[in-house]
């Protein structure tokens, strides 16, 4: 009797053990569910979100529920018996960089998956998370599948003269046939504030994308819009990107892949 209990425990682990080695997440997903539960009752979000896993990182983003300014977040995840555990790197709703884990209990369901979180931080109040999302992946692979940081940027306006940002704040993803991009940068009053925009793409050659906006701050001079992006690789970790806009205004942008 007691060999057939340590047998029988022995092949629940095994079984443990290849479920979470079966989870794999790379890939773009979009957000059908999202609830809050305080501990006492249930409250529903009705919000758009696309949330893409590469291999070794994520990034998600949305609007705000209250306005359409952005809620996104990037950062480092593993998966371990069957679990998503995440490490955020920035969130713009905390205000910038972070340093924290969240551990996901994730269901695999037909065309997607359910997430739960247990214990979120929200305005000092912690909350269970639980989110379904769909898997909008397609099959395409690219030398820009990743998440980057924009580290320079370069603005020529059409009259000729040009400003220089060495320390913009962008992070930009791609896999799958999508991509994300989120931006913080101070307004007018000094304030700093978030904008997200993302879709789908495809590369068109080696040195050209033709991105597809489906979902942004930007709802009536970018939502679904297509734009062609000038790219140029260098190397595996680095690329340029140049965006001609309609008054002859011109932005280069230079990335690093996050390791």
């Known amino acids: 009797m007691k060999n057939s209990i340590v047998l029988l425990a022995f092949l629940l682990l095994i079984v443990s053990c290849k479920q979470g080695e079966s989870l794999k997440m790379d890939g773009a997903y979009s957000l059908t569910m999202q609830v809050l539960n305080d501990g006492a009752k249930d409250s529903s979000l009705d919000r758009g979100q696309l949330k893409i896993y ?18 996104f977040g990037v950062g480092q995840y593993k998966i371990e018996n069957g679990k998503v555990i995440e490490y955020g790197l920035y969130r713009s709703a905390d205000g910038g960089e972070v340093k924290d884990t969240l551990i996901l209990a994730i269901e695999e369901k037909n065309g997607g998956y359910r997430q739960v979180i247990e214990s979120i931080m929200i305005d000092g109040k912690s909350y269970k998370l639980t989110e379904e999302y769909d898997d909008v ?11 980057w940081k924009q580290v320079k940027n370069i603005y020529t306006r059409a009259a000729g003269d040009s400003s220089v940002n060495n320390n913009p704040l962008e992070y ?58 000038d790219i140029e690789l260098m190397g595996s970790d680095s690329y340029k990107q140049t965006i001609t806009f309609a008054n002859g205004d011109r932005s280069t942008e230079i990335y690093q892949r996050l390791k």
């Not at 307004?187 to 495809?202: E, H, I, M, P, R």
């Open 54 to 71: 590469t291999k070794t990182h994520f990034m998600y983003a949305s609007p705000n529920l209250t306005d359409s300014l952005a809620n």
């Open 172 to 229: 930009k993803v791609y896999q799958a046939g999508h991509f994300i991009w989120g931006i913080t940068a101070p307004d007018s009053l000094n304030k700093n504030v978030s904008v997200y925009g993302y879709g789908t793409f495809a590369m068109l050659g080696s040195n050209k994308t033709k991105e597809t906006v489906r979902s942004s701050t930007f709802q009536t001079g970018l939502v679904g819009r297509t734009y062609e992006v």
């Open 137 to 147: 992946s397609d099959t395409a692979v690219t030398p820009l599948d990743g998440v």
